[in-house]
């Protein structure tokens, strides 16, 4: 094919994109397989090459640029790679054609580049270089032309390392002003990124004199704002920026020198956003440079810069002191390593910034005046931050502040927080080698402290005498209230050291010291414990306890039990009160409390009322407790002692207790209570036995999962049966007996359907044995037994009227409660672990209620009442057909009371939910004019507030009825029942705004 048109086929602007490449593609597969040489090719370009016309010019330098660049394997020799680079370097001038000269000539210096036999020369690439920084202005350039001449010139420093030598300043004046100002995020991340190369690898002698010009480049994009795209996974994120930026502001050590000034000024004139960063980015430039920055007289003013601009921040502005204090610490932190800096550091804090001077010159001595500047609030802080960055800053600061703090005669409670807050950065930095290793010298008051004395030592003495409370002052609470708080601490400490001996200075812990330090430590526990129960401490006590309970709890609870031992009144309702909120607190204390306060029920008649209330609260504060067979014994050990009223109160907190414990412990109760109490009567575990007992059994019993295995069962329910007979027990038994039916294995039921049918055959021969009845079908119905059903059915079928007068009070009794079945009850539920079939009241009411709703006697309408009372709207609205008509003819002065309000309760929601009711409107309102007549109030009320519905409902007109109902009311507004007045006015008012 003829070379000429295929260069015409590219080069020329009118043809489509298409034919362009077409004739591209095509040139490159004859040059590939040599049938053109790359000189044939420049021969036929250079028309275009040399052409006045620009874009003729362009498209002919990008036709070779294309060629050497997706031709990699091109074999080119030296001189022609000279020529092409003598070509493409004078055309750096030429703007329309820049952006293909930028692509030939990375193609030559970069794809084609080989190591071994390099085509192009040093001097070429220099050349190249200089130009480039010369004619290219590179903010006129797209940013696709911008990132390929920074990838080109980074290529040049890394592969190219004469000719990265021979350029030296010429490369960094020429890259900085490169990427002056550059928007670009991609462009701007690569071009920062760089900046550690060029310092320590290419250019580490010549970078120093360029520093400042080179930090002034990067500094000008802090602080990063930038929005990435959303959804694309490959944009450049801000921490992407971010990384980039400080590894441009640490760089060099050189930096240091303007980066740390630079964010100090930020940190001062910025908002509070920025201040927060800046403190962080100093932090980290500090800890990415070495130690040496700070060395000499320019790196001693630029720590005492820094010292004194982040003390003052601290000090004088409350917005940014929590940033300032933790740069303090990353500050010091990162100079650690180097002992005469870190010195420094904090000398120049104490003595330039706190005004703590030590006296000729050396920290530690007892006898300075620096005590109010160390106890200061805001200095204190300054003082533990420093303290708590590293083993090497505490040693130094400790030797400063304790022999100061620690000789003070007078306790202080600024003076206890400032010991309590070395003892936490002691314990953090596990330094108890280092503190012990401080020698504390005696108070000039003799006898006061041993000579000698050692850091711990000194400290933990320092915090008992601020626990003893031996008067009882608002001072002298205050200061245990402080000193507590750090009890914690030194324990923890104590504990540690067993372990861990370690410090700065060496020294280990012997066994000596520690049993000295237990010693102090249960010394400690008496009076934070004697202190708390007391109720000095406050909740700061509570507090210290339980951040101690898991390792000490075995050292507090016998102070607890002899306070609550010897008290009584108002000072054990303060203790039991301490015990309450320290049980909410710390869970894990529940156990142990709950152990404490059920012997008080027996040994305190007299508050036994306050007893179990804590007790019930202490239970009721954690959902699931390991509570069980113990503290279950110890209630029923002292129940034969309780009066029959507070075993009422004992068995909700042993049902709490049963019901909340784990399976396993369940089954050791039953074991060990059950089986022996309630089963086989044996109780010799309590010692005696009475109806106290009894009523607490019933309440173990009904609490237990049906995951145990109740063996014995027909004995259990046989037992049950028994007890319902004693008035006091009947209704526990009851209740028993339904968790038990409910709960069984069906091997085991079905034993027992003797006794349960014997039991519904006698059902109305007394009260107690038609509640055992009822609470026995309840829990067969909820578990879904047909057995439930099918008694349900007989009970229903015995609502007849008779000529026994008692028989009838029984029978009407059991009409007005027929909803139980249908109820929720605490006392078979979740709470007592039942189990609860899913929609077993629908196909419980969708079995019952038809033959009960098509009966016209009095008795199986209160049960149809009594079950619509109880049933979920859900189930009333899936068959609404058959139940408005019943409720909606119950509204009549005539009808039975206990129907009609029941529909007076039920209607509303139902006109409510189901709007193809509401056309029944016109209806129901004269029948509801009627009822406010009704001599029962709470017929009128419902009455009256059922009518206010109709006013809201959009799609019913009820305009025409607004006289006559205003008329009706009239009379109610001087009902002599005032909740009957009150209505009546809220309705009236509603319908005259019709």
């Known amino acids: 094919m003829d070379l000429k048109v295929l260069v015409e086929q590219f080069v020329a602007p009118d043809n489509a994109a298409e034919e362009q490449n077409d004739g591209l593609n095509k040139l490159l597969i004859v040059i590939h397989q040599k049938q053109v040489t790359l000189q044939e090719l420049v021969n036929n370009l250079g028309d275009y090459l040399t052409n006045s016309d620009e874009i003729l010019r362009s498209r002919g330098t990008e036709l070779l640029a294309l060629v050497l660049e997706r031709l990699p394997t091109l074999r080119i020799e030296q001189a022609q790679a000279g020529l092409l680079i003598q070509f493409f370097g004078s055309r750096l001038s030429d703007f329309s054609s820049l952006p293909n000269v930028i692509k030939g000539l990375r193609a030559l210096i970069v794809t084609h580049h080989r190591p071994a036999d390099p085509l192009v020369t040093t001097d070429e690439v220099v050349r190249i270089v200089q130009l ?44 900085l002003r490169m990427i002056d100002g ?13 900046f550690p190369d060029l310092c320590q690898k290419y250019f580490p002698n010549t970078h120093p004199s360029f520093a400042e010009e080179m930090f002034e480049i990067a500094a000008c994009y802090f602080p990063i704002s930038f929005n990435p795209k959303s959804g694309d996974p490959k944009a450049i994120t801000k921490q992407d920026l971010i990384n980039a930026l400080k590894s441009a502001f640490t760089a060099s050590p050189f930096f240091a020198t303007f980066s740390i000034p630079f964010l100090l000024d930020k940190a001062s004139s910025s908002p509070s956003s920025t201040v927060a960063e800046s403190m962080e980015w100093i932090q980290y430039c500090i800890g990415n440079s070495p130690t040496s920055i700070f ?88 003082i533990i931050a420093l303290a708590s960055a590293t083993l090497e800053s505490f040693d130094i600061v400790q030797r400063e502040v304790l022999p100061v703090a620690l000789n003070t005669f007078v306790l202080d409670e600024d003076w206890i927080v400032t010991v309590t807050s070395m003892l936490r950065c002691a314990a953090r930095l596990n330094a108890v080698g280092t503190l012990k290793s401080l020698q504390i010298v005696p108070w000039e008051q003799e006898g006061k402290v041993p000579m000698g004395t050692d850091g711990v030592t000194a ?107 010897t008290n009584s009144g108002n000072e054990l309702k303060e203790g039991l009160s301490i015990l309450l909120n320290l049980a909410k607190s710390t869970p894990a204390a529940v156990d142990s409390i709950v152990q404490l306060i059920v012997p008080l029920l027996a040994s305190k008649p007299d508050d036994s009322g306050l007893v179990l209330s804590v007790l019930a609260q202490s239970i009721a504060n954690t959902e699931t407790t390991s509570l069980g067979v113990e503290v279950i014994t110890e209630l029923l050990r002292i129940s034969p002692q309780l009066s029959f009223e507070t075993a009422i109160s004992v068995q909700n907190i042993v049902s709490r207790v049963t019901a909340a414990t784990s399976v396993e412990n369940q089954e050791r109760i039953f074991q ?32 237990l999962s049906p995951k145990v295995n109740f063996q014995e069962f027909e004995k259990l329910v ?93 029978v009407e009794n059991l009409a007005r409660g027929f909803g139980f079945f249908l109820s929720d009850s605490p006392q078979l539920g979740s709470e007592t672990n039942a189990i609860i079939r899913g929609f077993y009241k629908q196909k419980l009411f969708i079995q019952i209620f038809p033959t009960l709703a098509d009966s016209q006697l009095e008795f199986n309408l209160m049960a149809v009442a009594s079950m619509l009372a109880n049933v979920p709207t859900a189930i009333l609205i899936n068959d609404i057909d058959r139940i408005f008509p019943l409720m909606r003819d119950s509204l009549h002065l005539n009808s039975l009371e206990e129907l009609t309000l029941t529909s007076l309760q039920i209607l509303p929601k139902l006109f409510e939910s189901v709007p ?79």
């Open 718 to 810: 046989s037992n049950s049966l028994g007890d319902i007979e004693i008035p006091e027990l009947s209704l526990a038994a009851c209740q028993t007996l339904g968790n038990l039916v409910n709960k069984c294995q069906e091997e085991d039921l079905e034993k027992s359907y003797d006794l349960i049918s014997s039991q519904v055959a006698k059902m109305t021969a007394s009260p107690e044995i038609l509640q055992s009845v009822l609470w026995i079908c309840k829990g067969l119905v909820m578990r879904g037994h047909p057995k439930g059903t099918e008694i349900v059915k007989t009970i229903a079928s015995n609502l007849k009227p008779t000529s026994d007068v008692q028989l009838e009070i029984q």
């Open 295 to 382: 060395h000499g007289e320019e790196g001693i003013l630029l720590l005492r810069t820094l010292a004194t601009t982040l003390c003052a921040q601290v000090l004088e502005s409350k917005e940014n002191a929590a940033d300032s204090l933790s740069c303090i610490i990353g500050v010091t932190e990162g100079i650690s390593s180097d002992k005469e800096v870190l010195s420094r550091w904090i000398e120049m804090i104490f003595k330039h910034s706190l005004g703590i001077v030590p006296p000729s010159g050396t920290f530690g001595n007892p006898k300075n005046n620096n005590a109010r500047s160390i106890k200061n609030g805001q200095n204190r802080s300054i």
């Open 132 to 175: 480039i920084f010369e004619d290219v202005p590179m903010r006129a350039l797209p940013v696709a032309v911008r990132g390929a001449i920074l990838k080109m010139l980074r290529f040049i420093v890394e592969s190219y390392p004469a000719a990265t030598k021979a350029l030296e300043t010429d490369f960094i004046v020429g890259y």
């Open 916 to 994: 193809k009711l509401q056309k029944n409107s016109l209806e129901i309102i004269p029948k509801l004019l009627t009822l406010v007549e009704s001599p029962k109030m709470n017929i009128r009320e419902g009455s009256l507030k059922f009518l206010r519905i109709f006013v809201h409902m959009e799609d019913v007109d009820v305009k025409s009825l607004q006289s006559e109902v205003v008329k009706k009311l009239h009379p109610c507004l001087d009902d002599k029942k005032r909740n009957v007045r009150r209505e009546a006015v809220k309705t009236r008012n509603e319908w005259l705004s019709l």
């Open 459 to 565: 400290c933990i003495d320092y915090i008992t005498r601020g626990l003893k409370i031996e008067r009882k002052s608002t001072k002298s609470i205050q200061l245990a209230k402080a000193a507590v708080v750090g009890v914690p601490i030194i324990l923890d400490f104590i504990r540690n050291s067993e372990t861990r001996n370690s410090g700065i200075s060496g020294e280990t812990v012997s066994e000596e010291d520690l049993k000295r330090w237990k010693q102090h430590a249960n010394e400690l526990m008496y009076l934070v414990s004697k202190e708390t129960i007391s109720g000095n401490l406050g909740n700061e006590g509570v507090s210290a306890l339980g951040n101690l309970w898991e390792q000490r709890h075995a050292d507090i609870t016998p102070h607890f039990q002899e306070f609550l031992k």
């Open 182 to 194: 550059e928007k670009d995020p991609r462009l701007l991340m690569d071009a920062l990124s760089f």
């Open 672 to 703: 060990e209570i059950v089986l022996p109490m309630f089963v086989k009567k044996d109780f010799s575990l309590v010692g005696s036995h009475n109806k106290s007992l009894d009523l607490i059994l019933h309440n173990i019993v009904r609490s």
